[in-house]
């Protein structure tokens, strides 16, 4: 039972400012987000924190291309303070909050160097937040292009979608799959759909689909994470370990769990072939040997938690030889209950002594 407690650290805003965080209008993400900067920020009892985008995205569960957007949006609109930073960027909540520009006077707003509020970088505004789909240069209010000064070859990119070549080359998706400003949205849409398609089909248990859809969309992964993933899911899915379908998580879990950079284990290892190889060579012969060549999941966990049952010296080595010479072993009893943990407490208890029998 979780007990949250003041001592443990608390966040100490001003009313004013929280009240003016909860009715400017944000949307869901730049309300994410916001709030995740005042965590790191008023939480430490900070004005500013040097966070990255991945930082972010960790503590408010947002993919880190949705991250950047949203800090540069928020940041064109004077509700966060943006400056270059050690790790990322140095990250404050702007206090004067009449200063905040909401996502609607931005639209409305006249393409001018009046409309930019200046900064120490460059700002990509996204499409929800103006109906200009080009980039604004914010490190001076002299390199913002207007149409006054905007250089010829911009004028000559605005009367074509296509990219020019060298500049975004034969690969028209940005970073994390999403494509650039000015892109028809249906087309990232639907590139992202193909790619759960074959995320969906390669999985082996196809429940909740909704939600998978969602774990997935928050994911957004580019077409090389895709393969990493679908190359786990094929690992995996050889390994044996999903070979019971009770044990297969649902892939919404298995996404959000980052599932792809588990560890599989395909074959034993070195001491579990030691553990199976001296139950062979003392007791195979009577209940039938066990074959270190085809990996059983379950029966490493075992063998794995076998051998912490004694800290005596030689315990595996001398553990079947006893058995064999004091115990009797039940019917249809084999390698795998005896190294349980029921069959060894059993078996070392004298419930199967050879008397007794």
Not at 90 to 115: F, R, Y
Not at 131 to 136: F, I, L
Not at 203 to 230: C, G, H, M, W
Request: net charge neutral.
């Amino acid at each position: 039972m979780s007990t949250p407690q003041l001592e443990d650290g608390f966040i100490r805003i001003a009313n004013e400012l929280f009240e003016a965080i909860l009715s400017h209008g944000f949307s869901q993400r730049e309300l994410l987000v916001l709030l995740t900067i005042v965590r790191k920020t008023y939480g430490y009892g900070k004005k500013e924190d040097d966070l990255s985008a991945s930082q972010i995205g960790d503590l408010c569960s947002l993919a880190r291309p949705h991250v950047t957007s949203t800090l540069n949006a928020l940041a064109l609109r004077n509700v966060i303070t943006k400056r270059p930073g050690r790790f990322g960027s140095m990250i404050g909540i702007q206090k004067n909050h009449t200063k905040w520009v909401s996502a609607g006077q931005l639209k409305s707003a006249p393409d001018s160097t009046e409309s930019v509020h200046p900064s120490t970088e460059s700002v990509h505004v996204p499409n929800e937040y103006r109906g200009s789909t080009e980039s604004v240069q914010v490190d001076s209010t002299e390199s913002v292009h207007t149409k006054d000064n905007l250089p010829k070859d911009n004028h000559q990119k605005k009367s074509s979608c296509a990219p020019a070549v060298g500049e975004q080359g034969e690969n028209e998706t940005g970073e994390g799959g999403i494509p650039p400003a000015g892109q028809p949205k249906r087309r990232a849409a639907d590139e992202l759909l193909a790619r759960f398609e074959r995320f969906y089909e390669a999985y082996p248990r196809k429940r909740s689909r909704n939600d998978a859809v969602k774990a997935f969309t928050k994911l957004n992964p580019d077409d090389a994470l895709l393969e990493q993933i679908l190359a786990s899911l094929e690992q995996v899915k050889a390994s044996g370990e999903w070979s019971d379908p009770k044990f297969i998580p649902y892939p919404a879990s298995w996404l959000n769990a980052a599932g792809w950079l588990d560890e599989v284990q395909a074959v034993y290892s070195t001491d579990e072939v030691a553990v199976i190889n001296a139950f062979n060579d003392v007791l195979g012969a009577q209940l039938g040997d066990v074959s270190t060549s085809i990996f059983v999941p379950a029966r490493a966990a075992a063998i794995r938690e076998f051998v912490t049952f004694s800290q005596k010296p030689g315990f595996v080595e001398k553990f079947f030889p006893w058995v064999r010479d004091n115990a009797a072993i039940p019917p249809r009893a084999g390698f795998d209950w005896i190294i349980s943990r029921k069959g060894f407490a059993d078996i070392s208890g004298g419930q199967h002594g050879k008397k007794a029998a």
